[in-house]
């Protein structure tokens, strides 16, 4: 079954029906699979996958994707189902016969409270693996009680455990839970609450939040960090990281022809800020039999005088013009074929037609390489307190999470003279926040295109580079980066330049990856690191990489810093919840390769393998809960900004509440 969904926040609307330079629409679908297995293929394919993904109790896989038509039929290819009624794969199939009772391990169960009332979570393992079937029972306050089917979780061939798809409704607190198996299992257990981490740090009656009022652009970020220095100098200073990105810009471009069959691509060599857009190529046709073929160049025009034979008609391949464009020196072009097409078919007469960029956004949105900053923030900052760094929008389209770190920042700053708490903090610790890691593909979201993920950077062939293509050029920030990376054989990052999760043609090929681990290389005393993502609702933490055959991770924490990884989150989402009862699943927090899938080259793992930094990733946007329907549901990239606003003001809760376990850290 495959679930369309409205992406927010598009400015402007992609045009219902694709012409030849228009990119195909998107849209934000929920896809069903039936096992993890087959998710993989999605994850190799180079799907565009959310953080979303939600087991189900017939053993299939719910993921949102963001996809084009085309790509969609791909994913049915590999095993996404669209059909009415229950997929063949979703039937009910009899437990297998055991000859013996399998084993059962309760792994925790917990409950919550959230503003929407009592919610249950248990994770068992059995002896039987996958082909156990689990039931949970619990008994309640007040005589309460209810019953709910577990689903196998297998990621990479790998059993991980029975869960629920999605923590269950309770009456009241659950207080005792029994596991039994359909092959005779059976286990017992407290219920403990959850996240049970310790109580938010207490601040005065004047203390000030909610500074953020509209989604920001990149430029609008960059004021705000400036304005703060600015109000704040002898508590900040703004960072210039040293990699500009290739900018908010494109080279111009025109399709000439009809594909597939006689159709050229002609780029120019100038970004069509500087200069590109004022090109022009015409194909003419000189109506004399046995012209040659030429190309000349009049100011800003191109013409090809097409190659005509004894009838005076044209003759000339698109090959030819092709190879004729590209041999005459001067021109401030160069052309290519239509993607696979071989360039057999003749060309006819084309009127002039004027090289784009299509860029949509206002004369002063900047195109120049962009100059990314960070701002410092602490009384002391010169190396001599426990660092933290909070960093966002690696992904351009998620508009929510540079409010998380902007709104911490402008709290921490706006509270340290009226808040006893906010001087500790900033007297212990400094604190390194970057709004937007990538603003080229964030302007490109606001005003192009607002599924964009990837940074502006394209890094596919020339034949690969048509104008309706131009929605799926870029880099994956995220996937960029040197530890548990694609170069390294881990799985989660694609090789193909159209992917959604192109990892780039080498490590910290790009500039947006390169600034990130300047900054943990330049001050070695950043010792934990928070980056901001969304949507989906998680709290992650390495190993975020495996490799497929034999799912073999990077190295895992020890069991003390597991237990610290766990112990911090648990706290981090106590103050997240405090802010207006949103409570991080107990089964999406934890490493990446246990509650998501791989994902190689992020940015946490680097952080973490070569520089020792806690790196953990926020999932922002949890889903919320249905009373009407009962059931969960997600919020997207670009919610309406009430929603983003809510999101921004407890997820900066969650920001700070890092900033202080770092306050109270001592190095072992």
């Given at each position: 079954?495959?679930v369309?969904?409205?992406?927010t926040?598009a400015?402007?609307?992609?045009?219902?029906?694709?012409?030849?330079?228009d990119?195909?629409?998107?849209?934000?679908?929920?896809?069903?699979?039936?096992?993890r297995?087959?998710?993989?293929?999605?994850?190799?394919?180079?799907?565009?996958?959310?953080?979303?993904?939600?087991?189900q109790?017939?053993?299939?896989?719910?993921?949102?994707?963001?996809?084009?038509?085309?790509?969609?039929?791909?994913?049915?290819a590999l095993?996404?189902?669209?059909?009415?009624g229950?997929p063949?794969?979703?039937?009910?199939?009899?437990?297998p016969?055991?000859?013996?009772k399998?084993?059962?391990?309760?792994?925790?169960?917990?409950?919550?409270?959230?503003r929407?009332?009592?919610?249950?979570?248990?994770?068992?393992?059995?002896?039987?693996?996958?082909?156990?079937?689990?039931t949970v029972?619990?008994?309640?306050k007040?005589?309460?009680?209810?019953?709910?089917?577990?689903?196998?979780?297998?990621?990479?061939?790998?059993?991980?455990g029975?869960q629920?798809?999605?923590?269950?409704?309770?009456?009241?607190?659950?207080?005792?839970?029994?596991?039994?198996?359909?092959?005779?299992?059976?286990?017992?257990?407290?219920?403990?609450?959850?996240?049970?981490?310790?109580?938010?740090d207490?601040t005065?009656?004047?203390?000030?939040?909610?500074?953020?009022?509209?989604?920001?652009?990149?430029a609008?970020?960059?004021?705000?960090?400036?304005?703060?220095?600015?109000?704040?100098?002898?508590?900040?200073?703004v960072?210039?990281l040293p990699?500009?990105?290739?900018?908010?810009?494109?080279?111009?471009?025109a399709?000439?022809?009809?594909?597939?069959?006689?159709?050229?691509?002609?780029?120019?060599?100038?970004?069509?800020?500087?200069?590109?857009?004022?090109?022009?190529?015409?194909?003419?046709?000189?109506?004399t039999?046995?012209s040659?073929?030429?190309?000349?160049?009049?100011?800003?025009?191109?013409?090809?005088?097409?190659?005509?034979?004894?009838?005076?008609a044209?003759?000339?391949?698109?090959?030819?013009?092709?190879?004729?464009?590209?041999?005459t020196?001067?021109?401030?072009?160069?052309?290519?074929l239509?993607?696979?097409?071989?360039?057999?078919?003749v060309?006819?007469?084309?009127?002039?037609?004027?090289?784009?960029?299509?860029?949509?956004?206002?004369?002063?949105?900047?195109?120049?390489?962009?100059?990314v900053l960070?701002?410092?923030?602490?009384?002391h900052?010169?190396?001599?307190?426990?660092?933290?760094?909070?960093?966002s929008?690696?992904?351009?389209?998620?508009?929510?999470t540079?409010?998380?770190?902007?709104?911490t920042?402008?709290?921490?700053?706006?509270?340290?003279?009226?808040?006893?708490?906010?001087?500790?903090?900033l007297?212990?610790?400094?604190i390194f926040i970057?709004?937007?890691?990538?603003?080229?593909?964030?302007?490109?979201?606001?005003?192009?295109?607002?599924?964009?993920?990837?940074?502006?950077?394209?890094h596919?062939?020339?034949?690969?580079?048509?104008?309706?293509?131009?929605?799926?050029w870029?880099?994956?920030?995220?996937?960029?980066?040197?530890?548990?990376?694609l170069?390294d054989?881990?799985?989660?990052?694609s090789a193909?330049?159209?992917?959604?999760?192109?990892?780039?043609?080498?490590?910290?090929?790009?500039?947006e990856?390169?600034?990130?681990?300047w900054?943990?290389?330049?001050?070695?005393n950043?010792?934990?690191a928070?980056?901001?993502?969304?949507?989906?609702?998680?709290?992650?933490?390495?190993?975020?990489?495996?490799?497929?055959?034999?799912?073999?991770?990077?190295?895992?924490p020890?069991?003390?810093?597991?237990?610290?990884?766990l112990?911090s989150a648990?706290?981090?989402?106590?103050a997240?919840?405090?802010?207006r009862?949103?409570?991080?699943?107990?089964?999406?927090?934890g490493?990446?390769t246990?509650?998501?899938?791989?994902?190689?080259?992020?940015?946490?793992?680097?952080?973490w393998?070569?520089?020792?930094?806690?790196?953990?990733?926020?999932?922002v946007?949890?889903?919320?809960?249905?009373p009407?329907?009962?059931t969960?549901?997600?919020?997207?990239?670009?919610?309406p900004?009430?929603?983003?606003?809510?999101?921004?003001?407890?997820?900066?809760?969650?920001?700070?509440?890092?900033?202080?376990?770092?306050?109270?850290?001592r190095?072992?």
């Open positions: 079954m495959i369309a969904t409205g992406l926040g400015l402007p609307a992609v045009p219902a029906v694709a012409g030849p330079t990119p195909e629409p998107v849209s934000l679908v929920t896809l069903s699979v039936p096992d297995a087959t998710m993989e293929r999605l994850v190799a394919s180079g799907a565009d996958l959310t953080e979303r993904v939600r087991p109790a017939d053993g299939s896989v719910q993921i949102d994707a963001v996809v084009t038509p085309t790509q969609l039929a791909e994913l049915r095993g996404a189902a669209e059909a009415p229950t063949a794969w979703a039937t009910a199939k009899a437990a016969e055991q000859a013996q399998d084993q059962i391990v309760v792994e925790r169960a917990v409950w919550y409270e959230s929407d009332g009592y919610f249950l979570s248990v994770e068992a393992s059995s002896s039987a693996a996958q082909a156990a079937t689990l029972s619990w008994k309640g007040r005589g309460t009680s209810g019953q709910a089917e577990m689903v196998a979780y297998v990621d990479a061939g790998a059993y991980l029975h629920f798809s999605t923590p269950v409704p309770a009456d009241d607190q659950p207080q005792w839970i029994t596991v039994t198996s359909a092959g005779g299992g059976k286990a017992e257990a407290r219920v403990k609450e959850w996240p049970d981490g310790e109580r938010p207490r005065g009656s004047g203390y000030q939040k909610d500074f953020v009022t509209q989604y920001m652009t990149p609008q970020l960059n004021e705000r960090v400036k304005a703060l220095h600015r109000q704040f100098p002898r508590l900040t200073e960072v210039e990699y500009k990105t290739n900018g908010y810009r494109r080279h111009a471009q399709l000439i022809g009809t594909p597939p069959g006689a159709a050229v691509v002609v780029t120019s060599t100038a970004y069509g800020s500087e200069g590109g857009n004022d090109l022009g190529v015409e194909l003419v046709a000189p109506g039999p046995g040659p073929l030429r190309v000349t160049l009049n100011g800003k025009q191109i013409t090809v005088s097409l190659a005509t034979g004894e009838s005076g044209p003759v000339s391949t698109a090959a030819q013009v092709v190879a004729a464009i590209n041999g020196p001067g021109l401030p072009v160069k052309a290519a239509y993607r696979t097409d071989p360039g057999a078919g060309m006819a007469p084309a009127p002039l037609t004027q090289l784009d960029d299509f860029l949509n956004a206002p004369a002063d949105v900047s195109r120049a390489p962009a100059q960070a701002l410092r923030i602490g009384v900052r010169d190396g001599s307190r426990t660092g933290v760094l909070a960093y929008q690696e992904h351009a389209r998620e508009w929510v540079p409010l998380v770190t902007i709104e920042a402008e709290r921490l700053l706006r509270n340290y003279a009226r808040d006893k708490e906010t001087r500790r903090l007297e212990r610790t400094d970057v709004p937007t890691v990538n603003p080229d593909g964030a302007n490109y979201s606001f005003y192009d295109f607002n599924a964009q993920r990837k940074n502006m950077t394209n596919c062939p020339a034949q690969q580079s048509d104008p309706a293509l131009r929605n799926q870029g880099v994956d920030v995220n996937r960029n980066y040197a530890a548990g990376s170069t054989g881990y799985f989660g990052a193909n330049c159209q992917s959604g999760s192109y990892a780039g043609p080498a490590e910290h090929s790009e500039p990856s390169r600034n990130v681990i900054l943990a290389q330049q001050y070695r950043i010792r934990f928070m980056n901001v993502h969304s949507f989906g609702g998680y709290f992650m933490w390495p190993p975020g990489a495996y490799k497929l055959d034999g799912r073999v991770s990077l190295p895992r020890t069991a003390k810093e597991e237990a610290y990884f112990r648990r706290t981090i989402e106590q997240i919840a405090a802010e009862g949103t409570v991080i699943w107990p089964q999406q927090t490493p990446v246990d509650v998501l899938y791989s994902a190689a080259g992020n940015s946490a793992d680097e952080l393998y070569d520089y020792g930094i806690y790196g953990w990733d926020f999932e946007g949890a889903d919320l809960w249905n009407q329907t009962r969960w549901e997600g919020v997207g990239f670009q919610p900004f009430s929603e983003g606003h809510a999101e921004a003001m407890e997820f900066a809760s969650g920001v700070i509440s890092l900033i202080g376990i770092a306050a109270d850290y190095e072992p």
